[in-house]
C-alpha cells in the first residue's frame, strides 16, 4: 500500500530524533510498498482510511520518533475492513472517523490499524473530508477547555472570561465555538482582524483584538494559547493573578519553566500555568459527534491535496493564506 512515512536518519546515518535533531519536510516520502498492517489485538480494527488531515509543527512532536513511530497522520474517516474476533462495538463496512495516539500516526496510508478508544461511527451529514477535519483538533478543544482547565460547559453555574489565541486556526475555531456553546464570554486575538474578525464573529467569539492590542483589555480568567512564541509570553500581562493559563502549541512544551527563568510570569505565581497533549477518547468524541449531529459544529476544509502532494501541504500549512478549516488528505 502506499503510506508517507518519516525517514528514520539524516544522510549522514545520524538519527531524527527531538528536540535536537528535528526532522525536516524533505524527510517525508511515499513509498508504495508499505505492507498493509494486520490485526493483532483486541479492541484494533483496521480502516480503509479515506481521508486525514495535516498539522502544522507536526514534525516537532516529539512522540513521532523512534522507536516506534514512521507513518504520519493521526486524523482518519474511513471503513472498517477488519474486525478483531472479540469484537461486539464495530462491524466490517462500517463508517467511522477519529484520531489515533500521537505516538502511533498511521492515518497518511491506504490503510490503518485503529483501536475502538480512537474510533466512533461517522455521522451521515458528513463527509469523508469534513469528517476528517474535525477529531485532533476538536479533541484538542474540547480536553483544553472541560478536561484540563476544568470549565463548566455550562456557564450558568459561573460564567468566566476567556482568551483564546489562534481563534481562527484549526484548533482555535472548535475552541471558540465549544466555550461561547458552553455560555462563556469569549475574547478572540488574532494576528490580523482584517482578515479574521468576520469570520469570528460568525462563530460566536464576543469581542475581537489583535496581538498587538491585548494590553489594553480587561484581565481574563482563563487564557487557552495555540500559538506559543512572543504570543503566549504577551499572556501574563493579560490574565487574572488567580487566573489559568493552557498551551498547547507544539513547541511550548517548556514555557512555564523558561517564562520563569527570564522573569516574563513575574507577580503572576498564582496562576495555574498548564501544557497539555490531546488524548484519543471515545468519551469526548461522543460528545463532539452530538454537537455535529445537532448541526452545532461542523469540519471546515479550507484545502483538499492527494497524498502524493503531503510534503507542499506540511510545508504550507503555516501560510496564513489558505482560509479557515484544516488541509485535508484525499487518501
Ligand atoms: N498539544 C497537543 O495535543 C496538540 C494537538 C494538535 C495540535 N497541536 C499544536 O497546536 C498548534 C495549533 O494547531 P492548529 O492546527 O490550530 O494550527 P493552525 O490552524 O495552523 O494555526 C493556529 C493559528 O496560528 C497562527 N499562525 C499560523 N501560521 C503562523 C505562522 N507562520 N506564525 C505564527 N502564527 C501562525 C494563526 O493565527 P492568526 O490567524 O492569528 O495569524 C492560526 O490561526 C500547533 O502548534 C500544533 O502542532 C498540539
Redesign the pocket.
Known amino acids: 500500500m502506499r503510506a508517507a512515512r518519516i525517514r528514520p536518519t539524516c544522510s549522514d546515518g545520524t538519527p531524527y530524533g527531538f528536540p535536537g535533531n528535528v526532522a525536516p519536510s524533505s524527510a517525508i516520502e511515499i513509498p508504495d510498498n508499505v505492507p498493509v498492517p494486520q490485526i493483532s489485538k483486541p479492541g484494533e480494527l483496521l480502516i480503509q482510511v479515506k481521508a486525514s488531515t495535516v498539522?502544522?509543527?507536526?514534525l516537532?512532536?516529539n512522540e513521532l520518533y523512534p522507536p516506534s513511530h514512521a507513518t504520519l497522520g493521526n486524523d482518519f474517516s474511513g471503513i472498517v475492513v477488519a474486525v478483531h474476533d472479540s469484537e461486539q462495538d464495530f462491524r466490517v463496512g462500517d463508517h467511522v472517523y477519529g484520531m489515533t495516539h500521537?505516538n502511533r500516526g498511521g492515518t497518511w496510508a491506504e490503510y490503518a490499524i485503529v483501536t475502538t478508544e480512537e474510533a466512533v461511527k461517522k455521522p451521515d451529514n458528513l463527509s469523508w473530508e469534513e469528517a476528517a477535519a474535525i477529531p485532533?483538533?476538536a479533541l484538542?478543544a474540547d480536553q483544553a477547555l472541560f478536561r484540563h482547565v476544568g470549565l463548566d460547559d455550562a456557564a450558568q453555574n459561573g460564567q468566566k472570561r476567556i482568551l483564546i489565541t489562534?481563534?481562527?486556526?484549526?484548533?482555535?475555531t472548535f475552541l471558540v465555538q465549544f466555550a461561547v456553546l458552553a455560555g462563556h464570554h469569549v475574547v478572540a486575538a488574532?494576528?490580523?482582524n482584517e482578515?479574521?474578525e468576520s469570520f469570528l464573529r460568525s462563530i460566536g467569539a464576543n469581542e475581537i483584538v489583535e496581538?498587538t492590542t491585548m494590553g489594553t483589555l480587561d484581565k481574563v480568567d482563563v487564557v487557552v494559547d495555540?500559538?506559543?512564541?512572543q504570543v503566549l509570553a504577551d499572556c501574563w500581562s493579560v490574565i487574572k493573578s488567580d487566573g489559568t493559563l493552557l498551551s498547547?502549541?507544539?513547541?511550548s512544551w517548556g514555557y512555564r519553566e523558561e517564562h520563569k527563568e527570564k522573569g516574563i510570569s513575574k507577580g503572576k505565581e498564582g496562576v495555574r500555568a498548564l501544557y497539555?497533549?490531546?488524548e484519543p477518547s471515545r468519551e469526548s468524541m461522543a460528545r463532539i459527534t452530538e454537537h455535529v449531529a445537532k448541526g452545532n459544529i461542523k469540519g471546515r476544509v479550507s484545502k483538499v491535496v492527494s497524498l502524493s502532494d503531503v510534503r507542499e501541504a506540511y510545508e504550507s500549512?503555516?501560510?496564513?493564506g489558505i482560509g479557515h478549516g484544516?488541509i485535508v488528505v484525499l487518501i
Open positions: 498539522y502544522k509543527d507536526n516537532e512532536w500521537a485532533g483538533s484538542t489562534g481563534p481562527a486556526g484549526g484548533i482555535g488574532s494576528s490580523s482578515r479574521n496581538y495555540s500559538v506559543g512564541s498547547f502549541d507544539a513547541c497539555m497533549i490531546a500549512a503555516h501560510s496564513r484544516k
